[in-house]
């Protein structure tokens, strides 16, 4: 109905924003806050119109049921190898990952992106990438962090699969997907954009393949706003079953989703990085880094 009225098609994390308010409008009958039903409206008509980010606006999380089986809070003088392990070294885009960009420091793991002339594989721009020891199944997943200030590297804390990208093996994501719980692309983009982050889902091989099996089964779920995301601290968070994946910003939900052909059955690795462009501009003095507070990891009690 929608998409016949706007004479468009939209996207999935649009019709969701529309469908959101539709919800919340008939809320009002339930003791929902004008205010805060209107703000959802005039943020899913500039989703629809201008593909601008929305406030999260779901449920509340709740971790009953869930134990604390995972956490690093990154007090010590060095990285716990104990919890991580150092991933894709070498290069990769617009330079090289090395273990050298990822450090602890006042309370944080500290994920650097900046040009070495000595840097361990030559000369170039590094940045850092690391993933937990052990791969995880199922669960709540959350990261609080400050992303670093910058669109040519940006912060990402996502779960992957060894097999994500191989139709055989992924068969629609059941059979492993990447999961981007957010990814800090909107530095430097106009004040409607820029502090929001980016949600999406990675698989391959799904039944309605649109690609017919040649390529990429994405889902973006949205891009949401966070509270001054480049200077303070916010939560970032997912909750994996068997039946979606829900994802929270703050302890909020922001969406809910079982593409392609449903969540991930298998472990997935949990990985905080620093991502570069294929192309980085800035003059070599330059220098960015990703805060992480602390990483928590909750499965369901016995």
Same mark, same amino acid.
């Given at each position: 109905?929608?998409? +016949? !009225?706007?004479?468009? *098609?939209?996207?999935? @994390?649009?019709?969701? $924003? ?5 919800? #919340? ?33 779901g449920e ?17 003088? +060095? !990285?716990?190898?104990? *919890?991580?392990?150092? @991933?894709?070294?070498? $290069? ?5 990952? #090395? ?20 840097g361990k ?169 990703f805060l ?11």
């Open positions: 109905m929608f998409e +016949s !009225l706007l004479g468009k *098609k939209l996207a999935w @994390r649009q019709m969701e $924003a529309l469908r959101e308010a539709k919800r #919340a409008l008939r809320g009002l009958t339930n003791g929902k806050r004008l205010t805060a039903v209107l703000l959802l409206l005039v943020q899913a008509i500039g989703c629809v119109l201008f593909d601008t980010p929305l406030s999260p606006s509340v999380l709740d971790l009953s049921g869930y134990e604390l089986v995972f956490e690093d809070e990154f007090d010590g003088d +060095s !990285l716990d190898m104990t *919890k991580w392990v150092h @991933r894709g070294q070498g $290069a990769a885009a617009g330079g090289y990952f #090395a273990d050298s960009q990822v450090f602890l420091e006042n309370g944080n793991m500290v994920m650097r992106g900046e040009y070495l002339e000595n594989f030559g000369p170039g721009w590094y940045a850092g990438m690391v993933k937990t020891y052990e791969d995880y199944q199922y669960g709540y997943f959350e990261m609080r962090c400050i992303p670093n200030p910058d669109n040519q590297f940006w912060s990402a804390f996502w779960l992957q699969s060894n097999h994500s990208y191989t139709p055989e093996i992924s068969k629609g994501g059941v059979g492993g997907a990447e999961i981007d719980i957010f990814e800090s692309m909107n530095y430097n983009r106009n004040f409607l954009h820029m502090n929001a982050v980016h949600q999406t889902i990675h698989c391959s091989g799904m039944e309605d393949d649109p690609t017919n099996g040649t390529g990429l089964n994405s889902q973006s779920v949205g891009v949401f706003y966070g509270k001054s995301i480049f200077q303070e601290y916010n939560t970032y968070g997912l909750e994996w079953n068997e039946e979606e994946y829900i994802f929270y910003i703050n302890g909020v939900e922001t969406r809910r989703t079982s593409f392609a052909d449903g969540t991930s059955k298998v472990p997935e690795q949990v990985i905080a990085s620093i991502c570069l462009s294929d192309e980085i501009t800035h003059e070599k003095y330059f220098k960015t880094d992480v507070d602390y990483v928590r990891i909750y499965q369901k009690s016995a």
